[in-house]
């Protein structure tokens, strides 16, 4: 049975930069219903016992169609909100350190200009989406932007998402409006990296 992350922060805690109907929304509706779905495609498929990360590199794997499509929907739904609601904090972070700042600056040349390529995908991004930092067990990085809720495991990409920048309207709306950009920036001051680093380590092993 999946289960969603406990909020390790209070509906309200993430203002100004993400408002408290927002996550009350965001996670206590729309996460939830992934995360409901997911179980219940799970068990049609008779899945149970594997990870949600096993489940999305194999769907190949799931021969009747509308169940592939709900285990890639709903898996990809519950799997990427968890990693967005666990990479937060009211006192985040604001930069990474050790073996990840030294993989990003020498792949992207400094956090900034990461930072400024992931805010670039997701604002390029047409429609529902997320845009992604992912590493893979080697240590490399890559960033990229998927629609609706796949991500680089759905896609086969052989990359781990380690930063889940959402972009589908339902994460923003309420707030921002039609202002995705600035939606984004407020993202980055909330974003807690000693998290980002703890998905590296898990990753590299
Ligand atoms: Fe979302």
């Known amino acids: 049975?999946?289960?969603?992350?406990k909020l390790t922060y209070g509906a309200d805690a993430l203002e100004p930069y993400i408002d408290t109907l927002t996550v009350e929304t965001h996670y206590g509706k729309h996460h939830a219903t992934y995360t409901k779905n997911f179980n219940d495609a799970v068990a049609k498929a008779g899945l149970?016992?594997?990870?949600a990360e096993e489940i999305l590199a194999s769907l190949d794997s799931v021969a009747d169609e509308s169940l592939r499509k709900a285990l890639r929907n709903n898996g990809g739904g519950y799997y990427n909100?968890?990693?967005y609601f666990e990479s937060f904090s009211p006192s985040p972070a604001k930069a990474?350190?050790?073996?990840?700042?030294?993989k990003i600056n020498e792949k992207f040349g400094s956090v900034d200009a990461l930072k400024e390529e992931l805010t670039k995908l997701a604002t390029g991004q047409f429609g529902s989406g997320w845009a992604w930092l992912s590493a893979n067990k080697a240590g490399d990085l890559m960033t990229s932007a998927s629609p609706n809720q796949d991500n680089t495991i759905s896609e086969g990409k052989g990359y781990i998402p380690i930063i889940a920048l959402d972009v589908w309207e339902h994460a923003y709306y309420l707030k921002y409006k039609n202002l995705r950009p600035d939606y984004i920036k407020n993202f980055f001051e909330i974003l807690?990296?000693?998290k980002v680093?703890?998905?590296?380590?898990?990753?590299?092993g």
């Open 48 to 51: 149970e016992g594997k990870s």
């Open 81 to 83: 909100h968890n990693l």
């Open 1 to 5: 049975m999946f289960e969603q992350v």
């Open 96 to 102: 990474p350190t050790g073996a990840l700042l030294d």
């Open 192 to 194: 807690d990296w000693s």
């Open 197 to 204: 680093e703890e998905n590296y380590k898990r990753i590299i």
